[in-house]
């Protein structure tokens, strides 16, 4: 078994969230890790569509979220809007990224 060298996240393999776009629809998102940034001092999950588990090119959803809120609001996704937590996201997600830019799912 591969031994993880990114001591911040967390893999589950049967974590499945249910997002629902602006038009409605529900689409079933499984989690690719989450991770905390001591800078920002935030928890942050990223996502991608279990539809797309097995595509060339995957769709990544990154949210900012406060775990410590789950017992009664599941612990509300955040859209992230600042830039500097944009490249900060980004160049985590890249650190788990092998180089064509596939992740093991």
Not at 60 to 79: M, T
């Amino acid at each position: 078994m591969a031994e993880e060298h990114n001591h911040d996240h967390n893999h589950e393999d049967e974590d499945l969230i249910t997002l629902v776009d602006d038009d409605g629809n529900e689409e079933l998102y499984k989690v690719l890790f989450t991770f905390d940034s001591d800078d920002f001092g935030k928890s942050y999950i990223l996502l991608y569509p279990s539809s797309a588990e097995n595509d060339e090119e995957v769709d990544i959803q990154a949210y900012a979220y406060n775990p410590d809120q789950s017992e009664d609001s599941e612990g509300d996704l955040q859209p992230i809007e600042d830039e500097a937590e944009w490249e900060m996201v980004e160049e985590v997600l890249n650190t788990f990224l092998d180089d064509e830019g596939n992740f093991d799912a």
